[in-house]
């Protein structure tokens, strides 16, 4: 991978063809449906924090994502901040209920990890993710990429940015990250995007898995063999308390990343951009001071997290929110609405750039806060910093059909947002 700015990934950025992969995953499914999330929830929340059901009961709305392996067991929703937080970090709520959902096609990665296997695999895998790397990747990585697609369209006047922009940025930097053939983008994150269906479409997605694997295990090899400063060769390197990742280790983790890591930051710099575009006095506000990039960031986080809800499986009796929870139950932490909460945030339903900054939970909490939070970040400041830089007078199209909103019950976002522009 190249140290300097990196001109030809810009250039293949701007000339490549990638609407075989944007069309599948923009396509129409499940996971895009428009659900009012928050109205009953909130409404359920003002009954009691946590409720010995589903967070798809208390919303009278189907999830997609059924797990077939936990129908027959008692299930609770965490829905305020204090019941969502006290879930991710209390010793009895176990991880490892992804092993058997996700994990069927992901593997055993790092989120169905608890205690002692957990801290040494993610000591492993955190050798990826140091500031040295972050500092790096910025110049020969991001911003090539952001403005490889920004030249697609800056002479425009109008794009349609969750297409052309929020969905693919992601894919090329996590492709360019993992020093993966070029030809083979459009493959390889169509193969990780259909990891996703295994809660509707089991077969596709077990395909899927392992075509990844069958097509990951020897670059892990020849990374081992004559490491460069890719992320492959980083895991395939990396010692801690003389205990080092196998094949499988990393290509699960790899499988986890495409989705975990590309599909949430688009989702969340949609949501972020979608916030400021309905509200043009906030826009203006980060447009003329950059500064307040941070705050807007982390109130779209807030506002919108990508990931709805996330569930642990209670291995001993426990108690929430002073609510009993007996041992075998699931247990969702229902993150959008806990970021919501009223008794944290005043306004809480509001978009507001400019309240008082406190930690939320869009990232989860504690042990398992999510380990790539700080290239996320990364990447939406520096997409929407260049998206102001390039696209002056940037507004929401008002002719636009249909209303840009946001959609989803487990992974939420934006999957349209078309905006005008003074090319």
């Known amino acids: 991978m190249n140290t300097t700015v990196n001109h030809d990934l810009r ?8 609407e075989g992969f944007a069309r599948l995953a923009l396509a129409d499914s499940p996971r895009f449906r428009v659900v009012d999330l928050y109205g009953p929830l909130v409404e359920a929340r003002t009954r009691a924090a946590v409720h010995q059901t589903t967070q798809a009961n208390l919303l009278e709305s189907a999830d997609y994502r059924r797990i077939d392996a936990y129908q027959d067991v008692p299930w609770a929703c965490a829905l305020s901040f204090e019941a969502a937080q006290q879930t991710l970090s209390h010793p009895a709520m176990s991880s490892t209920i992804w092993d058997r959902t996700i994990g069927q096609v ?3 990665t790092i989120i169905g990890m608890d205690g002692e296997e957990h801290r040494v695999h993610r000591g492993l895998i955190s050798q990826a993710f140091t500031r040295k790397s972050l500092s790096q990747w910025e110049d020969t990585v991001i911003r090539p990429v952001i403005d490889g697609l920004i030249d697609r369209f800056v002479e425009r006047g109008s794009v349609e940015l969750s297409r052309e922009f929020t969905l693919m940025f992601p894919v090329y930097i996590i492709t360019e990250l993992l020093d993966l053939p070029t030809g083979d983008i459009e493959k390889f994150h169509t193969w990780a995007a259909e990891t996703i269906t295994v809660f509707y479409d089991y077969d596709r997605a077990i395909a899927a898995s392992k075509a990844l694997n069958d097509y990951l295990d020897p670059i892990v090899d020849a990374r081992r ?7 492959i060769s980083v895991l395939a390197t990396a010692e801690l308390e003389g205990k080092r990742l196998s094949n499988v280790d990393i290509i699960s983790f790899v499988r986890l990343l495409l989705p975990a890591g590309g599909e949430t930051t688009f989702r969340s710099t949609g949501s972020l951009l979608l916030g400021l575009l309905r509200h043009p006095e906030q826009l203006a506000a980060v447009t003329a001071e950059r500064q307040l990039l941070s705050s807007a960031m982390e109130e779209g986080l807030r506002w919108e997290p990508p990931l709805t809800s996330i569930n642990r499986i209670a291995l001993d009796d426990a108690e929430i929110a002073g609510t009993p929870i007996a041992a075998g139950t699931i ?4 993150l959008g609405v806990a970021n919501r909460d009223p008794q944290r945030w005043d306004n ?5 750039i400019h309240r008082i900054r406190k930690p939320h939970i869009a990232f989860a909490w ?8 700080h290239l996320a970040k990364l990447e939406m400041r520096i997409a929407v910093d260049t998206l102001l830089d390039r696209l002056p007078n940037l507004r929401l199209d008002p002719a636009a059909d249909p209303e840009p909103v946001v959609r989803g019950i487990g992974l939420r976002s934006p999957n349209h947002l078309p905006v005008l522009f003074d090319a």
Not at 225 to 231: F, R, S, T
Not at 331 to 334: H, K, L
Not at 348 to 352: A, G, M, Y
Request: charged share 25%; aromatic share 8%.
């Open 106 to 108: 992901w593997g055993h």
């Open 11 to 18: 250039t293949f950025v701007r000339t490549t063809d990638d």
């Open 331 to 334: 247990v969702e932490c229902a």
């Open 225 to 231: 063999d004559n490491p460069g400063n890719d992320m």
């Open 348 to 352: 809480p339903h509001e978009f507001d």
């Open 366 to 373: 504690g042990a398992h806060s999510c380990l790539g939070t």
